[in-house]
């Protein structure tokens, strides 16, 4: 709706002085002021679409984070798990002599689980820290096209309002020398 309402804003701006210039301008000139417009419309369009993409980009890197995050808390919830199935294996074998072979057998296994997990995690805690970085570099990317938005769109509007006020004054300084 936004988007609509500049859009309008825009054209009215647009056609307010394009009739106004058309008045007292030449064709050519005013063919010229109409590219002009339509060239920073153009650029304007790029902008946005360039400044759309980086958002959707931003937003599909912080759903990845999301979802390595929520992997991250499971995966050190197993991690706990296997470190305490590793605590008590370990004081069964110390209490049962009759079925030490078997709890150190599981003890073993719960120590590959342990550092495979710890490898997980590792690799995880790497890939956030690595797409907080995007997401930081892609925050600054926005900030960036927002203030070459804004930038653009004020060259625009100033560009079209100071363009009549100087031919105007112009034409009245020739009109008070007839």
Not at 31 to 37: F, K, P, S, Y
Not at 51 to 70: H, P
Not at 79 to 99: G, K, M, P, R
Request: with cysteine; hydrophobic share 35%; net charge negative.
């Amino acid at each position: 709706m936004a988007k609509h309402t500049k859009n309008i804003k825009f054209m009215t701006v647009l056609v307010c002085l394009l009739i106004l210039v058309g008045c007292d301008k030449a064709a050519k000139e005013r063919d010229q002021t109409v590219a002009e417009a339509e060239e920073a419309k153009a650029e304007l369009a790029k902008v946005k679409a360039v400044l759309e993409q980086t958002q959707s980009e931003r937003d599909e890197l912080k759903e990845i984070a999301a979802a390595l995050s929520e992997e991250l808390e499971d995966t050190r919830s197993e991690l706990s798990n296997a470190i305490l199935t590793q605590e008590q294996l370990q004081e069964q074998a110390t209490e049962l002599t009759e079925q030490r072979d078997r709890a150190i057998a599981k003890t073993r296994e719960a120590d590959k689980m342990v550092a495979k997990l710890e490898e997980q995690l590792k690799r995880k805690e790497a890939d956030i820290r690595e797409l907080e970085e995007w997401n930081k570099e892609l925050q600054v990317t926005i900030q960036e096209l927002q203030g070459q938005f804004e930038q653009t769109d004020e060259e625009v509007l100033e560009e079209l309002y100071e363009e009549p006020n100087e031919e105007s004054n112009e034409e009245f300084a020739e009109g008070n020398n007839v």
